[in-house]
């Protein structure tokens, strides 16, 4: 069977089950696994911080050896993980260009252009250029003066699904292609799926440094074809993993 949002489409596979924990007990989960969440989204992007490193600096030791940027990235994901638990346990999360804005601005403020707004709302002129796959090929951004209206069209689109985990994971696949921000934009599309799975009583999306290759071919499946048919199968079992891992720990 196929499936679609407004901006990308997927086969739909079988896949295992995931256990819903509700939302306090995801909740406290995410707080448990905080180092662990920030060091594979850092590590993802390259950062060289190793996950006891990222513990210390969390707990308020500057590592040495460290530049800058790396260490001020990791602070980063560690406030937007802490600002996005703030929203959903305060019911003010929602899907919304203004709750995705302030989420963006909490985690790329110091990386990206104009953070804090869809590209073209700044200062920063024209579409941004666009993204370098593995394989060497460009894809141009989608064009800025119709970000809006194509984040709505999402927005819509994602009522079609009921099944909550895909509607998230969806969501996570359609922003990631149409890059709403020059940068940050995987960071920011996790953390609202994030709060979609939480919202809804499942564990935040991790996806672990180790699986990044199988995380960067799926990606160049989705800008070479628009189709997300890889990715959502390797985020249903990201999620898969995540859920056994919790029935054991907590």
Wanted: aromatic share 8%; with cysteine.
């Amino acid at each position: 069977m196929l499936k679609a949002t407004s901006r990308v489409s997927w086969q739909v596979r079988d896949h295992g089950d995931i256990g819903k924990l509700g939302t306090e007990r995801a909740l406290f989960r995410l707080t448990k696994q905080l180092p662990d969440l920030v060091w594979n989204a850092a590590a993802l992007e390259g950062n060289t911080f190793t996950l006891p490193e990222v513990r210390t600096l969390l707990d308020g030791v500057t590592v040495g050896g460290k530049s800058l940027p790396e260490q001020q990235q990791i602070l980063d994901l560690s406030e937007a993980f802490n600002l996005l638990a703030d929203l959903v346990r305060t019911e003010q999360f929602d899907i919304t260009a203004q709750v995705s804005n302030q989420l963006h601005q909490a985690v790329a403020g110091n990386e990206a252009l104009d953070a804090g707004m869809f590209r073209g709302d700044g200062a920063v002129t024209g579409d941004g250029g666009g993204v370098r796959l593995t394989s060497g090929m460009h894809v141009p951004f989608d064009a800025a003066e119709q970000l809006h209206s194509d984040y709505q069209a999402l927005l819509g689109s994602l009522h079609a699904l009921s099944n909550p985990v895909e509607r998230a994971l969806a969501y996570f696949c359609s922003a990631t292609r149409s890059q709403f921000y020059f940068d940050g934009n995987k960071r920011t599309a996790r953390l609202v799926a994030s709060g979609m799975l939480l919202s809804a009583g499942y564990s935040a999306l991790n996806i672990p440094h180790a699986r990044r290759l199988e995380f960067n071919c799926a990606l160049d499946q989705l800008f070479a074809t628009d189709d997300a048919t890889d990715l959502m199968a390797f985020l249903y079992d990201c999620l898969v993993e995540s859920s056994r891992e919790s029935n054991g720990r907590l």
